[in-house]
């Protein structure tokens, strides 16, 4: 495999983001994030501390999540099993700009209900209206700084009581590694190829930061590293800011 270079983001784009990409291929990608998104994503220990936890305090109203670049659903059905089990009220609009992903996405969905499936861009400042959360895994790195940023102030403008943008921190140690483990396993899709381009766009910690203050947030935001090679933004008017570890330059 050759060195590449990773000392800034890649301009390169992924295949799946093409609306001319192989369906065929594309729907056995979006089968698979769910099994990639489960081993990398630590969705499950984020979404259970920032909206499981503060919807419990007042289990009696029903509550909005906005969903962006939400791919096949297999988080957002995650969440609403999780919210039923605890008799937390919870509709979920996910968001996706491919139809070919919009339709898997409410087939996949049947059986629930709360989760409504938007066909849409995620950059579109008027879908986050009236959410009381606002989630995005892997939507990031699609963007450049600039619609990063802008995609930042968009959601302070909203004022969700919290928010959780989660994604990739770009390195060897994440791009040979990834290669490495999932290079044997996903074939048929764009798992492997779209995932090293993933890394390739993903970000530094410093990176992040610099966004995160020059969107000039006016709550409190933090930045966190996490295992494997991944961070989280996470913002919103009812943020417990006990919470705070590597604190954005110009947030709290």
Known sequence: ??????????????????????????????GQFELINRVVSRYRSTLTHSVL????????????????GAGGCDIARWLIRRCRERGLRLTISAVERDPRAVRYARAANAG????????????????????DYVYANHLLHHLTDAECTEFIRQIEHAAPRQYVLSDLLRSRWAYYGFWLAAGPFFHGSFIVRDGLVSIRRGFTLQ???ALVSAAAPAHPVTVCRHLPSR????????????????????AR
């Open 207 to 209: 990176e992040v930061r």
């Open 53 to 68: 936890r503060d919807m419990a305090q007042d289990s009696s109203r029903r509550y909005r999540l906005a969903d962006l």
């Open 231 to 250: 961070f989280t933004i996470r913002g919103g008017t009812f943020l417990n800011a006990d919470t705070a570890r590597s604190v954005a330059p110009g």
């Open 112 to 131: 629930y209900p709360e989760i409504q499936v938007v066909e849409g861009n995620a950059l579109d400042g008027g879908l986050l209206s009236g959410a």
């Open 1 to 30: 495999m050759k060195i590449v270079d990773l000392s800034s983001r890649s301009g390169v784009s992924e295949e799946m983001d093409s609306l001319d990409s192989s369906s065929d291929r594309l729907q056995r990608t979006l």
